[in-house]
């Protein structure tokens, strides 16, 4: 089953919105692996966004994920990166789908509330970066009713 790297970012936890946010993963039918409540050191920010450094956003990225705490999670499920990112929308929140995060509850695409790994490698890399290695699974009942 695949895993993926996700975070409620600082404007997402600043507004209250880290319930909304979970539920949306979680009612999906992706299954939480890891979760824990992260303040960004800038080491971190800048190893997790270096592929964007010398963009000219770069700055700001790290100011904006550095800015306040943020929610770091461990999803798993099939195509979970996909889905993942599928339920987010769009990475700016104005080209966003209705019904997605990032059209439901933003407007700015320096504000887009949440971040999740676009590929396989990326995940990998993520999810060791936040998480380490090793992050056990877990038995859920309802899998059954969830993945074919
Ligand atoms: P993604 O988060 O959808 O994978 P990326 O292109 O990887 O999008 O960009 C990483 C993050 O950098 C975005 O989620 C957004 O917060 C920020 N970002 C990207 N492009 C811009 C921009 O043009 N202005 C401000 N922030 C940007
Ligand atoms: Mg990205």
Do not use: C
């Not at 089953?1 to 993963?25: H, N, S, Y």
């Amino acid at each position: 089953m695949e895993r993926t790297f996700v975070m409620i970012k600082p404007d997402g936890v600043q507004r209250g919105l880290i319930g909304e946010i979970i539920t949306r993963f979680e009612r999906r039918g992706l299954k939480i692996i890891d979760m824990k409540f992260v303040h960004v050191s800038r080491e971190l920010a800048e190893k997790h966004y270096a592929v964007h450094k010398g963009r000219p956003f770069y700055d700001g990225l790290i100011e904006y994920i550095t800015s306040g705490p943020v929610l770091a999670m461990v999803l798993e499920g099939t195509n979970a990166i996909t889905v993942a990112r599928n339920t987010m929308g769009a990475t700016n929140p104005a080209d966003a789908a209705p019904g997605t995060i990032r059209a439901d509850f933003g407007i700015e695409i320096g504000r887009n509330l949440v971040h999740g790994s676009d590929g396989a490698e990326t995940a990998a890399f993520e999810i060791g970066l936040w998480f380490g290695d090793e992050i056990p699974g877990w038995e859920r009942d309802v899998d059954r009713w969830i993945f074919e």
